[in-house]
């Protein structure tokens, strides 16, 4: 019997053409048939501010509600001056409050992301693998991935044209399913 694992991934960049979206489709067109895909749209969150803890906005409560839907997280996420996006950094601060209700407590995660320059999003990632430590995230931590973004290797609809590429991030995601797997055992999620 095969349990299927429901991933709720983030796109870090809100641009309409963001690189990190075609990237996403890819991950899911490679993904085992075990991960089902929900994107958790952090575009319309307003900024963060403990004032909001007594009374979440009805966006920042079906923010939190999409993450205890969800079996585990990927997040997929450019650099923005040497860390991740404000709208990435805002969201994550919306779902590990108020104090004592941290919704990405134990949960299964990953980073990704890609760039056009050639060390990738590398210190973006390091950035965002800080505060999801915070956050108590179980992240997997190999292996890395820092993708070089072409247009000639991605195309919109995430098909991958270079059969080394398209490897490489089909045993990232079977690598995640896995570590979805052994988290899950270990540490079962609970609504």
Request: glycine residues 4%; hydrophobic residues 40%.
């Amino acid at each position: 019997m095969t349990t299927t694992y429901k991933v709720g991934y983030f796109v870090g960049s809100l641009y309409s053409k963001s690189i990190n979206r075609i990237l996403a489709k890819a991950l899911i067109r490679v993904a085992p048939e075990e991960l089902e895909f929900t994107e958790i749209p952090i575009k319309d969150l307003p900024l963060y501010s403990p004032d909001y803890d007594a009374d979440y906005p009805p966006e920042a409560v079906a923010l939190k509600e999409a993450i205890s839907r969800a079996d585990a997280v990927l997040f997929i996420t450019p650099e923005y001056n040497r860390s991740i996006p404000g709208a990435l950094k805002n969201a994550i601060d919306w779902a590990s409050r108020p104090w004592g209700q941290n919704s990405f407590d134990h949960i299964p995660a990953a980073v990704i992301g890609a760039s056009i320059g050639q060390i990738g999003t590398a210190v973006a990632q390091q950035s965002l693998r800080g505060v999801l430590s915070f956050c108590n995230a179980r992240q997997m931590t190999a292996p890395e991935a820092y993708i070089h973004f072409s247009p000639d290797v991605f195309r919109e609809d995430g098909e991958v044209t270079r059969e080394d590429t398209e490897m490489f991030l089909r045993s990232y995601m079977e690598e995640f399913r896995d570590h979805i797997q052994r988290v899950l055992t270990v540490l079962p999620r609970t609504a």
